[in-house]
């Protein structure tokens, strides 16, 4: 099984049809499920509810219970998280990430996972580090 760590934007991608990568989203979902674990981190899920919230205020439950079944596995940010971004971000240049799309990194790189996203920053910093899809 291949581990994948899911970002905002493919999630997003993945559910509303209006999104410029929705067909792109759902192709690659299609083409890996069936050998896939899909990793989401609790900071993708928070990110994700707030986007729906400002969008489709309706939506926000069902949404949650959406990436929940996605999630087969969530990374919590918890001490052993902490510490890891911490020497994470001794060692890598950074420059122009966001705290979101690091933590995003550093899961891939624990989690030994490739990443999900359409963020182009976050894809060409991933592509360095070996955790692009």
Known sequence: MNKYVVDTSFISSLVFRNDVNFKKAN???KNIYDNAIFIVPS???LEFLIG?????P???DFMYKYVNKLAEE??????????SYSSFIKKE???GLSTMDMSILVSARNQKAKILTFDIKLEKFSRKLNTQT
């Open 93 to 95: 240049k950074h420059l």
């Open 52 to 56: 729906v919230k400002k969008f489709f």
């Open 27 to 29: 192709v690659i979902y």
């Open 74 to 83: 969530i990374i919590y940010i918890d001490k052993k998280f902490l510490d």
């Open 58 to 60: 309706r939506k926000v």
């Open 43 to 45: 900071c993708v899920i």
